[in-house]
């Protein structure tokens, strides 16, 4: 069952990845890179202000443990444990896959940067989604962060598709943390 689940993200890869135009490939490189990205985080960051005031240190503290978390469980714990091969770095593929830029380390499963952007909407998502309908649009980033992962020849589509799994609960953990931890800072400060 495992080997049938890895043949078919492996097939799955070659097939997104042979999506390409050479003209893009600078672009979607650009698009993978967090300096690229800067612009929407300021906005975000004004968003939050703008939206709740009084609790924009809190959902930024919620961001970073959730980025933090995903962050830490994909690159220091599952890519060293699971061991597998990021494709750029599998011989099998040389010459059947459109690679661009740099490969990155040895281990793919999972992205990190799947786990990072997804983990980031999903928590936005849970603390302004009420007041913002329009923030769950953050997770056609997170998809398009995703997939410039797979089109670059770094990731397989299951190790996407994992790292936004991971990403999801580390948000979902840290807005329990955020709940929690507010409720007893202000019950304290109320007393």
Known sequence: MIEAIKNWD?????????????????????????????????????????????NTAWILAGVMLTILLSDQVTSGLMKPYFERLRPCHD??????????????????????????????????????????KAIAWLFLYALLVGYTRIYLGVHYPLDVFFGAVVGVLAAFFSWLCVVVLKRKFVKKVLQ
């Open 10 to 54: 492996e097939a799955a890869f070659l097939w997104l990845n042979s999506f390409h135009w050479e003209s893009l490939d600078p672009i979607v490189l650009q698009l993978t890179q967090t300096i690229s990205w800067i612009p929407l985080y300021v906005l975000l960051l004004y968003q939050i202000y703008r939206i709740d005031p009084k």
């Open 91 to 132: 011989p099998r593929w040389e010459g059947m896959m459109h690679l661009y830029g740099r490969c990155g380390g040895l281990y793919g499963f999972v992205s990190s940067h799947a786990a990072n952007t997804f983990g980031l909407a999903t928590f936005l998502t849970l603390k302004l989604g009420k007041k913002q």
